[in-house]
């Protein structure tokens, strides 16, 4: 059902807006004789632009009085009870913060910003949580831990040592974070590294601190082998991005390493896309946490008049998420974050949109991916700008649009179970994924022409092709 064979580099050109426009109107109607209302899908993104100028100062300068009262209201009553002189309840509680302080202070690397509400992210059992209540309750709305995705699978085992030894040719891209960098989550690259030497020297569980992050190294170049060990979970059935480059996708699922201490600044994924994560500790399995998330909603617009769009990062947020000063940034008195540790073997799903920022607490390796599927897409095209490459990757024209979602529509018949990769990618085993990957061999990625060669020999024989 995919073109073949797929072109030998992929071309991106601007699609007219009057395709957009026809294109929004087929989904519409697609989704309506589905019973699926277009415009309830996206209501959750309605505060994705943010509002006028005059409207975002009003309301600063509205929040700004209402706290200059409570300043006021406070001293008037310090100056009264100074007057009266301290009572016997006051020297208690005096004394109970005090002894308070010590305990604060040894958490205070994990604490919420004083003024913020914090809630757990839920935390739901693979085994009970079906495709259709991840669909109902979480998918595009919150995000969501769910234990035990990966059990019985290889991955589930993948350490440290692991990827030393089966990832010899790999080759990682390494980020410190800049807390005044204007880059996507303020991570500044700093460079290359063979995998192997990067987790050695890095990977040391605090003995020897590092702020460099191993980033988004891609399995099918880098450590193709590693894509037989897991299957995608029931609730990520497929993926345009996948559908539209026969096969290929655009670098994802990916490998992150996180040392201890090492974390990203508070950012939007690409594109507003949804991903999910899953994290798996590199000394072996354990129940010691992992990662603290602090996600937000993908609805609070209040954030965003804290944060600019640049040429350089998705979207760049002026306040820090883990101690925000309520001074400077009062609007943020009322948000509401989810926060998330994980352990070996979650994985976090994040509805599109959502600003996230991470601390690793352990060495950690992660898994991850972003998405486009059937229940997200609506939101993607409502956004799509003629000019990006991946919306004219996603929705290459009318027809292809019709295609692309006919593909995903069919996949979407097919919930409940989880699928290998190359089954997700739209292919049957390694003997498509690497034909369909054929113009990358030879290119400077070893890992992949050792993990292709012999396929695409035993091919081509196969086919009497020389």
């Avoid at 987790?199 to 988004?216: I, M, S, V």
């Avoid at 295609?403 to 498509?432: C, K, M, N, W």
Wanted: aromatic share 12%; hydrophobic share 40%.
């Amino acid at each position: 059902s995919f073109d073949w064979p797929p072109p030998a580099a992929l071309t991106v050109s601007a699609m007219p807006e009057s395709s957009l426009s026809e294109i929004e109107a087929r989904l519409k109607a697609q989704l309506a004789a589905k019973g699926i209302d277009a415009d309830d899908l996206l209501q959750a993104d309605k505060a994705a632009d943010p509002p006028s100028q005059q409207a975002a100062e009003e309301q600063v300068k509205e929040k700004k009085e209402k706290k200059e009262k409570k300043i006021k209201k406070r001293r008037a009553a310090a100056e009264e009870e100074e007057e009266e002189g301290p009572s016997l309840r006051d020297w208690a509680t005096k004394l109970g913060v005090l002894a308070l302080v010590g305990a604060v202070a040894l958490s205070s690397f994990f604490t919420s910003p004083p003024g913020f509400a914090i809630s757990a992210c839920d935390v739901r059992s693979a085994s009970e949580l079906s495709y259709f209540d991840f669909n109902a309750t979480y998918a595009q709305k919150q995000p969501v831990v769910i234990r035990g995705a990966f059990d019985g699978m290889p991955a589930a085992d993948w350490t440290k040592a692991n990827f030393v030894e089966n990832c010899k040719e790999a080759l990682v891209t390494t980020y410190e974070f800049k807390e005044a960098a204007k880059h996507w989550a303020n991570l500044k690259q700093v460079g290359n590294m063979s995998l192997a030497d990067y987790l050695t020297t890095h990977f040391t569980n605090g003995a020897a601190p590092t702020d460099l992050y191993g980033f988004e190294m891609q399995l099918k170049l880098h450590c193709p082998a590693k894509l037989e060990e897991f299957e995608i979970p029931k609730y990520f059935p497929g993926d345009f991005f996948h559908f539209a480059t026969n096969m290929t996708g655009l670098g994802w699922p990916s490998v992150l390493f996180g040392p201890q201490g090492t974390q990203t600044g508070l950012h939007i994924d690409t594109h507003r896309l949804p991903f999910w994560i899953a994290v798996f500790d590199g000394e072996g399995p354990s129940t010691r946490p992992l990662k603290h998330f602090r996600t937000f909603s993908h609805e609070d617009n209040n954030l965003r008049k804290y944060g600019r769009q640049g040429a350089t990062y998705n979207y760049h947020f002026e306040f820090d998420p883990w101690k925000a000063d309520l001074e400077k940034f009062p609007l943020l008195e009322g948000a509401v974050a989810k926060d998330a540790f994980l352990r070996h073997g979650d994985l976090l799903y994040i509805p599109g949109g959502s600003p996230h920022a991470v601390k690793n607490m352990a060495d950690n390796i992660g898994l991850s991916m972003n998405f486009m599927d059937r229940l997200h897409i609506w939101p993607f095209v409502k956004a799509c700008n003629r000019n990006s490459p991946l919306c004219n990757i996603a929705i290459p024209s009318q027809d292809g649009f019709d295609r692309l979602y006919g593909i995903a529509d069919h996949v979407h018949q097919q919930p409940e179970r989880s699928r290998s990769y190359f089954e997700f990618a739209g292919g049957t085993g390694d003997e498509t994924f690497c034909i369909s990957l054929r113009t990358y061999l030879g290119k400077g990625y070893p890992a992949l022409d050792n993990y292709c060669a012999p396929v695409v020999k035993a091919f081509l024989e196969k086919n009497n092709v020389e």
